[in-house]
C-alpha cells in the first residue's frame, strides 16, 4: 500500500515568486493536513481538507493557500514568497476527519533565496 | 492557544538503556499519537492513544494516555543505535477537527 507522496522534495525560489506543493494521500484516505516545520517554531499546522473542503485553518497569512480535489489530492501554495517561508512543509493523511492516525509524506524542503 | 510541553529536550543514552520522555498540556486531548523523525524525512507514526489510561506497546516501545487526558509518556526499553532521531508527541485537540498539537520534539542519541 503506497504512503503519502508528496512532489517536489526539494524546491529553491527566489523571494517575491510563488509556490505550488502537491500531496497525494494514502488511498482511501479523505483527510489531508499540511504542516510547517522550521527549526525554530517546529511542527505548525496550516490546514486541514476533507471532501474537497477547508474544515480548519491555522494562523497563517493568506499568501498561504490550499486546495483538496475529488481525488483527495490537495495542494498547497505559497504567493509572494518571504524569507522566512523555509521549511520542511509536510502534508499528512488520515481516513477521517478526527479521530483517527495521519500519516506523513517525506515532505518538501522549500527553500526562498 | 493549545500547547503541548514535551521534555526532555534531548537525551543522550548508552546502547541497552531505557528511555522515557513525556508530553504535558493545560488542556485535553481525545487521542495522543507518538511519532519518530528521521533528519530530512516526515515523522513517522509509532503509536497511537485513544482512552484515557490505555498503555500500548509496539516492540520495544510503550506508551501511556494519561487518565486526565492532559499527558502522555512514551518510553523505549534496551535502547539500540538505529532509535536516534527527534520523537514528538501530538495532540488531536478535544473541538474533534484533525489539528494536531505537536510537542517541540525529545532528540534521542545512542552511543554504540
Known amino acids: 500500500k503506497a504512503g503519502v507522496t508528496q512532489t517536489p522534495r526539494y524546491l529553491i525560489k527566489t523571494r517575491g515568486q510563488q509556490v505550488t506543493l502537491s500531496c497525494s494521500p494514502i488511498s482511501g484516505h479523505r483527510s489531508v493536513s499540511w504542516y510547517q516545520q522550521t527549526p525554530g517554531q517546529g511542527l505548525q499546522f496550516l490546514f486541514e481538507?476533507?471532501?474537497?473542503?477547508?474544515?480548519n485553518k491555522g494562523n497563517f497569512p493568506g499568501r498561504f493557500s490550499g486546495r483538496q480535489f475529488s481525488n483527495s489530492r490537495s495542494e498547497m501554495n505559497v504567493s509572494t514568497l518571504e524569507l522566512g517561508d523555509s521549511a520542511l512543509y509536510l502534508c499528512?493523511?488520515?481516513?477521517?476527519?478526527?479521530?483517527?492516525?495521519?500519516?506523513f509524506g517525506q515532505g518538501t524542503r522549500l527553500t526562498v533565496v | 492557544g493549545q500547547q503541548l510541553n514535551q521534555s526532555p529536550q534531548s537525551m543522550f543514552i548508552q546502547e541497552g538503556e531505557d528511555v522515557s520522555m513525556n508530553c504535558t498540556s493545560s488542556s485535553i486531548f481525545n487521542t495522543w499519537l507518538w511519532y519518530k523523525q528521521d533528519p530530512g524525512e516526515g515523522p513517522v507514526l509509532l503509536i497511537a492513544?485513544?482512552?484515557?489510561?490505555e498503555l500500548t506497546s509496539n516492540g520495544r516501545l510503550t506508551a501511556q494516555f494519561g487518565i486526565t487526558r492532559k499527558d502522555s509518556f512514551l518510553n523505549i526499553s534496551a535502547s539500540i543505535p538505529s532509535d536516534v532521531g527527534i520523537y514528538f508527541c501530538a495532540g488531536l485537540d478535544s473541538s474533534n477537527t484533525g489539528k494536531l498539537i505537536f510537542g517541540q520534539g525529545t532528540t534521542l542519541q545512542v552511543k554504540p
Open positions: 481538507y476533507f471532501s474537497e473542503t477547508q474544515r
Open positions: 499528512a493523511s488520515s481516513r477521517y476527519l478526527a479521530g483517527t492516525e495521519a500519516f
Open positions: 492513544l485513544y482512552k484515557a489510561g
